[in-house]
């Protein structure tokens, strides 16, 4: 058995109203899509985040640069491909949307290999499929959703009513008093049956402006500890990152855009508590994995990012996750799910998520959603 052909898409989702973080606008999730077929007809799927405008980019990587190295290969030789096609990045870029179409490639290598054992992933894995405990993921900026602190009240109110008791909210896109006004705000729904953490997406310059934040979000939650402060720094800022660990109460939390074991290297060193390694990212299910077992290996826990879909499969396979992210379709902020039929869409209740049992990852495509938004050209 061999590879026989490969199938990408690139994908453009406008987001439901405007909408941004911290430091960034978002007017559209792009997404890379990839099937891969044998040459006795069995397919796997694949996918990756592609960001706010670069879907042909990823495309063009996994076409032109991936995917001859793929076509022809054993498909059951997984970790021998990626290897291969790692080498093949080195002059073109062995980091940014090279990694996100390698990672896209590799999964659907992997959904390929469950669906032929007839075993959802996690199975496949050594895992088992029972419930995981998740997080209601949101609280960005909607400048047409009103004052900041009643928006923000009112979406941990939604986030219960799906039966969430933890919850996420962005911070860095205002000043520290307007952000430590939310974070009361948000405390307040919350009361005491859950816990918040906070993401800043890279937004503070130093370790100090970090610092400096935190203290007021933490002043401002009063006597609930915040669960974990995510990314406050740029990804680049390893050192800055682990110095700030040291000095805070809160656990910092950070790896979302941290791609190969490489990378992860040093926060692993420095004892970052938690790291958040997106599979879609960081150079598919065969990376995390390794990233994963060495993470054990410090005690350090897993909170992947995003991409709950395959999340979960990988989150039950290993002894250190800490917990899954949940982006509910009806924020229209995540809207991988749009792409997706109703019927194969995550299952979520009483602050978990449940494992698919389909075999594979368990995701069907809805092709005319797909073709919908497919960006031609």
């Known amino acids: 058995m061999t590879i026989a052909s490969i199938r990408t898409r690139a994908i453009g989702v406008p987001v439901d109203k405007p909408t941004r ?16 077929t044998t040459d006795d007809g069995a397919t796997g799927v694949g996918y990756t985040y592609a960001g706010t405008g670069s879907g042909h980019l990823a495309k063009c990587a996994a076409d032109d640069l991936l995917a001859p190295v793929y076509l022809g290969g054993d498909p059951n030789d997984v970790v021998g491909l990626w290897d291969r096609a790692y080498q093949e990045t080195l002059l073109e870029g062995r980091r940014g949307t090279v990694l996100r179409a390698l990672s896209a490639l590799d999964i659907a290598l992997w959904d390929l290999r469950a669906k032929q054992a007839g075993l959802p992933l996690v199975s496949l894995l050594g895992g088992a499929t029972a419930p995981l405990p998740a997080y209601a993921s949101g609280g960005y900026y909607r400048p047409d ?3 900041w602190t009643d928006a923000v009240a009112r979406e941990i109110e939604f986030n219960a009513s799906q039966g969430f008791t933890d919850h996420k909210i962005k911070v860095g896109g205002l000043s520290v008093a307007e952000d430590a006004a939310r974070v009361a705000a948000a405390i307040e729904a919350i009361g005491d049956t859950g ?5 800043a997406n890279n937004a503070y310059r130093s370790v100090h402006e970090a610092r400096t934040a935190i203290t007021a979000f933490e002043r401002a939650a009063g006597d609930h500890p915040l669960w974990w402060f995510e990314e406050p720094l740029s990804p680049d800022a390893n050192a800055g990152h682990a110095e700030l660990s040291r000095t805070i109460r809160t656990p910092v939390a950070t790896g979302e855009i941290h791609q190969t074991r490489w990378e992860f290297r040093p926060l692993i060193e ?3 508590p938690i790291l958040q390694c997106d599979a879609g990212v960081a150079g598919g299910v065969t990376e995390w994995l390794r990233i994963a ?3 054990a290996t410090f005690g350090l826990q897993m909170a992947p990012h995003w991409h709950h879909n395959l999340h979960v499969h990988l989150c039950g396979a290993v002894s250190n996750t800490l917990v899954v992210e949940y982006f509910a379709l009806e924020k229209g902020i995540y809207n991988f ?6 019927a194969s869409r995550l299952r979520y209740a009483d602050n978990q998520v449940f494992i698919p049992e389909r075999p594979g990852l368990g ?3 809805d092709e005319e959603m797909v073709t919908k938004y497919e960006l031609m050209g």
């Open 293 to 295: 077992a060495t993470a």
């Open 145 to 147: 959703e009103g004052a």
């Open 195 to 199: 816990r918040l953490s906070l993401d």
């Open 270 to 272: 420095a004892g970052i």
């Open 363 to 365: 995701i069907e495509f």
């Open 21 to 36: 973080m911290s430091n960034r606008e978002l007017g559209a999730r792009h997404y890379l899509l990839v099937e891969v």
């Open 337 to 342: 799910e749009r792409l997706l039929t109703p």
